[in-house]
């Protein structure tokens, strides 16, 4: 079931990686200098005309590929990743790459699911987006 998962959230740009990815970690864009040199570049690749556009365009994109795919497989397969933002990170082409060892599978187990629904949404939204 989970190999079935995985192969459908790439269609979100979700890419597990069994290697720690060299390309740009998530957590470096919560340190100021960091982030900002991380927008300055991708302002000049996407031909962004400012920091603030650039930064609007990679929070939506950063969104879209934590949200859809969260909602995706909770729909679709009645489970979520569960991947902490230090095994996040952008590879050049703004895909997600998430270091498989550190990740866990919650899966709807009973009938409780708003309970589980509930809890696999606000820990995403606070250890992904609110942070970011």
């Given at each position: 079931?989970?190999?079935?998962?995985?192969?459908?959230?790439?269609?979100?740009?979700?890419?597990?990686?069994?290697?720690?990815?060299?390309?740009?970690?998530?957590?470096?864009?919560?340190?100021?200098?960091?982030?900002?040199?991380?927008?300055?570049?991708?302002?000049?690749?996407?031909?962004?005309?400012?920091?603030?556009?650039?930064?609007?365009?990679?929070?939506?994109?950063?969104?879209?590929?934590?949200?859809?795919?969260?909602?995706?497989?909770?729909?679709?397969?009645?489970?979520?990743?569960?991947?902490?933002?230090?095994?996040?990170?952008?590879?050049?082409?703004?895909?997600?790459?998430?270091?498989?060892?550190?990740?866990?599978?919650?899966?709807?187990?009973?009938?409780e699911r708003e309970q589980w629904r509930e809890t696999?949404?606000?820990?995403?939204?606070?250890?992904?987006?609110?942070?970011?």
């Amino acid at each position: 079931m989970r190999s079935i998962v995985m192969n459908e959230l790439k269609s979100f740009d979700i890419h597990l990686e069994h290697d720690k990815s060299k390309e740009f970690p998530i957590t470096d864009l919560l340190i100021e200098e960091k982030c900002l040199s991380y927008l300055q570049k991708q302002m000049i690749e996407i031909k962004a005309p400012n920091l603030s556009v650039t930064a609007s365009m990679l929070s939506k994109r950063y969104a879209y590929l934590v949200v859809s795919s969260t909602l995706y497989s909770m729909v679709e397969f009645d489970c979520a990743l569960k991947f902490p933002i230090n095994a996040c990170s952008l590879n050049k082409e703004r895909k997600l790459c998430i270091q498989a060892s550190m990740c866990k599978w919650q899966e709807l187990k009973s009938a409780e699911r708003e309970q589980w629904r509930e809890t696999v949404l606000s820990t995403l939204f606070s250890s992904h987006i609110t942070p970011v």
